[in-house]
Nanobody, 124 residues
């Protein structure tokens, strides 16, 4: 069992930046692909970014490409999402997810463990 805890959410003005963190329990963190998803009010949860177990491969939704960066530190059992040039449409609850394979994916059904989410609000 893997437990995920997100942090770093908050309120920021449009154009600003936030860095989300997700820490995981367990001793095999490097074997898990990790991802960030988000869910805005009244909308379905959507893929944001993913990273392979080694950190050598990343993937981004078109809506965040060039603005967001996903990274990980396997020594610290942590994954991060650096969010720059934030827009009001980035407002959502952001979830960290772990997959029991080292290759990342975009489909949320392929992820086995989820955090509780952290709220990000971008004001215009």
């Amino acid at each position: 069992q893997v437990q995920l805890v997100e942090s770093g959410g908050g309120l920021v003005q449009a154009g600003g930046s936030l860095r989300l963190s997700c820490t995981a329990s367990g001793r095999t963190f490097g074997s898990y692909a990790m991802a960030w998803f988000r869910q805005a009010p009244g909308k379905e949860r959507e893929f944001v970014a993913a990273i392979s177990g080694s950190g050598g491969s990343t993937d981004y939704a078109d809506s965040v490409k060039g603005r967001f960066t996903i990274s990980r530190d396997n020594a610290k059992n942590a994954v991060y999402l650096q969010m720059n040039s934030l827009k009001p449409e980035d407002t959502a609850v952001y979830y960290c997810a772990a997959r029991r394979y080292s290759f990342s994916a975009r489909q949320e059904r392929l992820y086995d463990y989820w955090g509780q989410g952290t709220q990000v609000t971008v004001s215009s």
